[in-house]
């Protein structure tokens, strides 16, 4: 939801007003911690590893 905010285009400020959080930084925190499970959720998809594999 973090992210899909984010890409909308929406501050770090109106984020947290919509989702409910702290303050800015909160979700400025949440963000990075979201991106940070779809790219480990990313590395464990074969179909990603086999990408990798042809981008070399």
């Given amino acids: ?10 501050s770090y400020e109106e984020i947290a007003v919509k989702l409910n959080l702290k ?4 979700a400025r925190r ?3 911690l979201c991106k940070e499970a779809l790219l480990e959720l990313m590395k ?7 990408y990798l594999r042809f981008q070399k």
């Fill in 1 to 10: 939801m973090v992210l899909n905010l984010f890409s909308d285009g929406l």
């Fill in 30 to 32: 949440k963000k990075y």
């Fill in 44 to 50: 464990g998809d074969p179909e990603y590893q086999e």
């Fill in 23 to 26: 303050n800015e930084v909160y």
